[in-house]
């Protein structure tokens, strides 16, 4: 009626990962550390700029100033943080009901051979 060698001899079988399964895992689980290594540094400095241009809406009088000291004082606490993504081109001064400062980039990263990732970024401000 009951079958016992069936049970036994399935019962005698381990279950888990083979060393192939493993290897491929741990070889998926590097590239994402290392697409990781490569993308995160770039959100950094973004989020320095971000730190940037919020404390440049703290400071009293920035608004009245010209374009070119409001800039310099992005470049200055940018200067902190190392980030030097940005130029001249990147950064827009424009008046009108305020100052309204834009920020727009790229950055292009390398991630092998002629594979790279494109991260665009573009962040505005108004200045009272």
């Known amino acids: 009626m009951y079958d016992s060698s069936a049970l036994k001899s399935r019962h005698g079988k381990q279950g888990g990962m083979t060393l192939i399964g493993f290897i491929l ?13 490569k993308i995160v ?5 973004y989020y320095s700029v971000v730190r940037a241009m919020d404390g440049m809406k703290e400071t009293p009088g920035l608004s009245t100033q010209s374009p ?4 310099d004082a992005l ?18 001064i424009t008046r009108s009901n305020g100052v ?4 727009v980039y790229a950055v292009r990263e390398n991630i ?8 665009a970024f573009d962040r505005s401000i108004k200045l009272n």
């Open 112 to 119: 092998m051979g002629n594979l790279d990732i494109i991260v």
């Open 25 to 37: 895992m741990l070889a998926a689980l590097v590239f994402v550390a290392y697409l990781a290594m």
């Open 75 to 92: 470049y200055d606490r940018l200067y902190v943080s190392y980030m030097d993504d940005l130029t001249d081109k990147n950064v827009k």
């Open 41 to 45: 540094p770039i959100y950094i400095n």
């Open 68 to 71: 070119m000291r409001i800039r």
């Open 100 to 103: 309204n400062v834009r920020v």
